[in-house]
Nanobody, 124 residues
Framework: QVQLVESGGGLVQAGGSLRLSCAAS????????MGWFRQAPGKEREFVAA????????YYADSVKGRFTISRTNALKTVYLQMNSLKPEDTAVYYC?????????????????WGQGTQVTVSS
């Protein structure tokens, strides 16, 4: 079992920054990959970024590459999503998720556990 709790969402103007955090508990955090997804109203949940068990490999959706950075601190059992140069189209509920494999996938179905989500709203 893995429990995930996100924090750090909020309202920001276009061009601004936010950092999301996701605290994990349960299984050994350093053994599995983590990811961030987002879901805007009326749209399907989509992949944003993922990171391997050690942090040595990261993966990004094309829409956020160069603007968002995923990282993790295994000692704190936490994964982060630093979001810079935010755009109104980044507005969504952001979810962190755990893929129990060391190297995570990039689709919703590959992740085993999910947080409750945190709202990010970017105003124009």
């Amino acid at each position: 079992q893995v429990q995930l709790v996100e924090s750090g969402g909020g309202l920001v103007q276009a061009g601004g920054s936010l950092r999301l955090s996701c605290a994990a508990s349960g299984r050994t955090f350093s053994s599995y990959g983590m990811g961030w997804f987002r879901q805007a109203p009326g749209k399907e949940r989509e992949f944003v970024a993922a990171i391997s068990w050690s942090g040595g490999s990261t993966y990004y959706a094309d829409s956020v590459k160069g603007r968002f950075t995923i990282s993790r601190t295994n000692a704190l059992k936490t994964v982060y999503l630093q979001m810079n140069s935010l755009k109104p189209e980044d507005t969504a509920v952001y979810y962190c998720a755990a893929d129990l494999r060391p190297h995570p996938g990039a689709t919703v179905g590959e992740f085993d556990y999910w947080g409750q989500g945190t709202q990010v709203t970017v105003s124009s």
